[in-house]
């Protein structure tokens, strides 16, 4: 598949990516309050809850999630991310990215910061059509904690396959590892 050339600039790239952190936390969210909604936990939790009445805490709907703050750093040794998110503060997810050498140029400009939908840590390898084949990005995790923090999400980092083969854009294949 031919991809047309997307050129951005980091603020782009980062308000890319911290669209896609935020609409994949409120998917998660949604997710679980559908489960729990489905087997009653949602009641059982808003009857026992006694705490704050703050919307990250209130177990029968999901929360606003404001875009996600992204900053990007130059990795001193491994890239990855760092991301932990608790509504209960009501600010916006902070998604920090510790990028490798060449982020900016390789990743960045090219518009390669978010591939289906995930953030972009590194590219690990390429096709001869300087498509990414590999890379390094994050699953994120998110669901209602009961015990104290209400809504709350964080990620690993995982290397994950790209296939551009859809004419419709490219498709991650399910992770291969946490990333080293």
């Not at 980062?14 to 489960?35: K, N, P, T, Y």
């Not at 690993?156 to 419709?168: I, L």
Request: overall charge negative.
């Amino acid at each position: 598949m031919a991809r047309a050339a997307v050129e951005m600039n980091v603020r782009e790239a980062r308000a890319a990516i911290g669209e896609a952190v935020s609409a994949r936390i409120v998917e998660l969210f949604e997710a679980d309050l559908a489960r729990m909604r489905e087997n009653g936990m949602d009641e059982i939790y808003a009857r026992t809850w006694r705490g704050s009445d703050l919307p990250g805490h209130n177990p029968s709907r999901v929360p606003p999630v404001p875009r996600a703050l992204v900053t990007t750093d130059l990795a001193y040794s491994v890239p990855g991310v760092i991301f932990t998110w608790k509504s209960e503060y009501q600010d916006a997810p902070y998604f920090r990215i510790n990028t490798p050498q060449g982020w900016v140029s390789r990743i960045a400009h090219r518009g390669l910061a978010v591939i289906a939908g995930s953030p972009v840590t590194a590219v690990l390898e390429w096709d001869a059509d300087h498509h990414p084949t590999r890379i390094q990005t994050v699953a994120l995790y998110g669901h209602f904690d009961n015990s104290i923090h209400g809504w709350r999400a964080w990620s690993s980092d995982v290397v994950r396959g790209v296939d551009w083969t859809d004419p419709a854009g490219p498709r991650l294949f399910a992770p291969e590892t946490t990333a080293v």
